[in-house]
């Protein structure tokens, strides 16, 4: 185990700006963005029933709420910045801590990042075909990058506004299909279980359709990455993650319920942009134009949060790694200038020479594992906590995990049939993401001995 760094430490004590509101903000609009207006028409190459597509849905949900759950707890016992950088470094060992922060920053934020703007340059230009969607995406990613390098207010600002923006506009999108979906109740029959929906469901395609969904709720954590610079940390992050979550499955599950109803799946299938093609059959094509530009502007919001969050990984991994330690340095505000430069760097890479899908799958193998270790560490601090060992011991008061040991189990147990489903159906996803966790483990002999060099 490690000691968190000074600066660390004095964000969490007397520089902590951020409230519950940007929390929930953070958490939110991390999650709700490319994952869901993007990840059913990959889902309907696979899978045929409407039923089996929301259940797994309903599924990736509870799933997500079981690591809110465990992860709200993880942050009362570590109230300090870095997410399973600092997770796995204090509770296991500091070589998967490394392993955690590489894929962090590249998986974790680069490669959402860049999905995210490949989204918006496409669901831009379906609003606005006179805006070319690839260069679209490089602007967007360039300017909130900028625009997060000016202050940790004017981020919060910003950060709250559009995700007020993005929400009061998602729910004119739900509340036009739920109207439609009222004036033609026959259509809901494309909602309900017949013969093959369960059989669908037990299939390795299924387990590929739960990656895609974990992907949409990935963001659930996003306040763990900066807690240090939360108030009352271990309080205000464990709700933020709870309600974030359960907020976020009802928005899922409804709205993937108005696509599925709106159009012919044939026209959706294979498809990325699918809210514009719903919105084209509910509002027509002129409509369908302006609520892809709505999309767009949510789009927006996502990336803003994983701009805002990510490079606090970074700084994190870099102040207890003397070869990195250049990118922990911070501007005359406190942001993380290099690591946010470096990050948009990787993120225009990916923009440059990846396709969506390619991007998505592999991102999402390193990222669940170092998830599911996570949520294991609360099980090991548990249990060092009734060893009576201080340094796992939790304050009076703090978020505590709720049914334990269920929620960690479930989630753990889930995700790894999730994975293991889809290394049957794709088993390069497994080996390209093996191959990412191998890398940091292997090189981290070398920033070792960096880090101690009379060893």
Known sequence: MTDAPCAIRTQGSEGARIGLSTCLALVTATMVGTGVYTSL??????????????????LGGVISLCGALSYAELAARIPRSGGEYTYLTEIYDPSLGFMAGFISTIAGFAAPIALAALAFGTYLHAGIPACP????SFAAVVLISLGHLRSLRLSSFVQNGMTVVKFLLLAVFLLVGVWSAARHPQCLGLLTPDTGSLKELFRPSAGVALLFVLYAYSGWNAPTYLAAEVKNTPAIV?????????????????LNAVFLTAAPA????????????????????????VMSNVIALGLLASISAMVFAGPRVTQRVSEDHHLFRSLASTNGNGIP????????????????????????????????????????????????????????SLDSGAFRCPLYPLPPV??????????????????????????????????????????????
């Open 238 to 254: 464990g709700r933020s993650l709870v309600i974030g979550t359960l907020a976020v499955m009802v928005i899922y599950v409804v």
């Open 266 to 289: 044939s026209e959706l299938r294979g498809v990325l942009n699918v809210g514009s093609v719903a919105a084209n059959h509910l509002i027509g094509p002129v409509g369908g134009a």
């Open 337 to 392: 200038r290099r690591a946010t430069i470096l990050q948009l760097v990787l993120v225009l890479a990916l923009i440059a020479t990846g396709s969506f899908e390619t991007v998505l799958v592999y991102a999402q193998v390193p990222l669940l594992l170092c998830l599911i270790l996570g949520v294991a560490g609360l099980m090991v601090l548990r249990k060092r906590s009734s060893q009576r060992e201080p340094a796992a």
């Open 41 to 58: 028409g990959f889902q309907l190459l696979d899978l045929q029933s409407g039923f089996t597509i929301l259940l797994i849905w309903i």
């Open 410 to 455: 479930i989630f753990i147990l889930s995700t790894l049939a999730g994975l293991i489903y889809s290394a049957f159906n794709k088993p390069w996803v497994a080996v390209a993401g093996l191959g990412t966790m191998i890398l940091p483990l292997a090189i981290y002999p070398i920033v070792s001995k960096k880090n101690n060099p009379r060893s």
């Open 133 to 136: 969607a690839r260069i679209s």
